[in-house]
């Protein structure tokens, strides 16, 4: 099955800095690439995704890229805030089945 | 529009107790998913249904764990008997999912269990 890795588990950075956490899968035929925001006490919230006909997609301040040949996708959050503070998970899945999350980042922007 | 709705928040039992878990996905949402989520890793996939019936199951611990959706709505998740690692979140999702590309899941809040 499919098997996703996810780094650095923790990341402190300065209000205003950016934010990158990297993300690999194991299987090929992985077509959809998630991003989920998880803050205290909350389920997960989707906050961009990524399919695998596409190699990057941008959301105001956030951006995913996707290697698929490299088998690894990444999430940049730009001119952090502190309200971006939560831990990050992405996630791989191949059409409905079976989505495999990443271990999570927590991500902590100092004022 | 009403989100993904679970109960009880919170609950505590002993190890060898029961406890079930409720969940009521948005309405019309065609698939529902139980992960688990243990404190400080990533949900893990428990069992997904379509309607009332259920796609994947390969790692719900059957011998412990049992799940349904009557009606193709509303589902149960039941632990008997509870060991100390059970001792979780336990997450509810849907996604309107009927014959599309997946897509978004919709998360509730989650039943945090802890097994003493």
């Known amino acids: 099955g499919e098997n996703v890795e996810q780094h650095p588990s923790t990341l402190s950075v300065q209000e205003g ?6 993300c690999t899968y ?9 991003w989920y925001k998880q803050e205290l006490g909350k389920g997960p919230q989707l906050i961009i995704d990524i399919r695998s006909n596409v190699g990057e997609k941008k959301d105001q301040r956030i951006a995913v890229t996707l290697n698929k040949t490299a088998k690894h996708f990444s999430l940049h959050i730009t001119e952090t805030q502190p309200e971006d503070s939560a831990v990050y998970f992405c996630a791989a899945a191949f059409e ?3 989505m495999r999350f990443g271990a999570g980042t927590r991500l902590t922007v100092k004022p | 529009e009403a989100g993904v709705a679970q109960s009880p928040r919170y ?4 190890k060898r107790q029961s406890v079930a878990f409720w969940c009521n996905p948005i309405s019309g949402h065609a698939t529902l998913y139980w992960y688990q989520q243990i404190l400080g890793q990533g949900p893990k996939l428990l069992i997904q249904f379509q309607n009332n019936g259920v796609v994947d199951d390969s790692q719900l611990p059957k011998d412990r764990f049992s799940a ?5 709505v509303d589902s149960t998740l039941k632990i008997q008997p509870a060991k100390l690692e059970d001792s979780a979140v336990y997450l509810c999702a849907s ?3 009927q014959g599309e590309a ?3 899941l919709f998360f509730g809040e989650g039943s945090r269990l802890t097994v003493l």
């Open chain 1, 26 to 34: 194991s299987d090929s035929a992985s077509n959809y690439f998630p």
């Open chain 1, 17 to 22: 800095d950016s934010a990158v956490i990297k």
């Open chain 2, 68 to 72: 349904e959706r009557l009606k193709g």
């Open chain 2, 95 to 97: 996604s309107p999912g």
């Open chain 1, 96 to 98: 409905n089945n079976d």
């Open chain 2, 102 to 104: 997946v897509g978004e």
């Open chain 2, 11 to 14: 609950k505590i039992i002993e």
